[in-house]
């Protein structure tokens, strides 16, 4: 295998046409220097160098062709070199995060403004995604990285988290059971509803409905087909839904988001694939704190 102190000697040997003088500035000795350049022709196949007597060292065509070649190499490995610390230091870059359908950006906005304010030359692009899609494209990389609930990313092993602060769970109920937000319910006092799931969210679905049974009751549910219909199903008075209170629902008249003593807080999580190299995520979770 070719050596990059073959290259070494190669290029120092072109510049100077004297294996003495190019052996000096590599520090070897000539006839180390010697053998270094015969391997390398003997690697490669032909001849680098004509040596006479007569004219001295001369530079084949081809050794002429390598030679602009491994400066051009070098230049450009030079000019990645830079871009890589540019984007290291924050001064370039991209950022995709999903985010997930329906939610009302608050605390991620925030996070985003102030990465924006500390590193305003790297692109965020946001993906609206269903909450099926949110950690999947994540971990299948069509996203950098995405907000979800921790306890989601338990079945993604491949997937890395930092903390992102708490969700507030609570129960999305329609405006027509006049429920007063300021109270603290049970979930017993909704065991006549109908509790909506959605089937894009099987941990979600059977946490809600273990807490319904540790409260006493076997739930009536329906299966709504993804987590943004539940929520409308909420707002159109077809049933109740846990959820966080971070969801543009929170703002129709038609919904209240109550607390009830069985729904606790969950942690929230920024995410990204272990094998997603992009410096930006680094610099994104850094500011996390």
């Known amino acids: 295998m070719i050596s990059t102190f073959e290259f070494e000697c190669f290029i120092a040997a072109a510049e100077t046409l004297n294996f003495t003088s190019a052996a000096q500035q590599v520090h070897i000795t000539q006839p180390a220097f010697s053998r270094n350049i015969a391997t390398l022709e003997d690697e490669l196949g032909f001849l680098l160098f004509q040596r006479s007597k007569k004219v001295g060292l001369r530079i084949t065509p081809a050794g002429l062709a390598l030679y602009n070649g491994l400066k051009d190499l070098g230049s450009q490995y030079q000019q990645l070199l830079e871009r890589i610390r540019r984007i290291n230091r924050g001064e370039e870059g991209k950022l995709v995060l999903s985010v997930l359908n329906g939610v009302d950006l608050c605390q991620t906005a925030a996070y985003i403004q102030a990465f924006r304010q500390k590193y305003p030359q790297i692109e965020i692009i946001l993906k609206s995604c269903s909450y099926e899609d949110l950690l999947s494209s994540v971990n299948s990389g069509a996203s950098d990285a995405c907000f979800a609930l921790e306890s989601t990313v338990r079945g993604y092993p491949d997937l890395l988290t930092e903390p992102a602060g708490t969700a507030e769970s609570r129960l999305a109920v329609p405006a027509r059971l006049h429920c007063n937000p300021d109270q603290l319910y049970h979930l017993s006092d909704f065991q006549e509803e109908t509790f909506l799931l959605s089937e894009d969210a099987p941990a979600i679905n059977e946490m809600f409905v273990s807490e319904c049974r540790r409260a006493g009751f076997e739930p009536r549910t329906d299966m ?66």
Do not use: C
């Open 224 to 289: 709504a087909p993804d987590f943004e219909t539940k929520m409308l199903w909420v707002e159109l008075g077809i049933g109740v839904a846990a959820h966080g209170t971070k969801h543009l629902m929170a703002h129709s008249s038609l919904v209240t988001f109550i607390r009830v003593e069985e729904l606790q807080d969950l942690e929230n999580s920024f995410v990204w694939h272990r094998e997603n190299y992009n410096p930006a995520i680094a610099l994104f979770y850094s500011i996390l704190d």
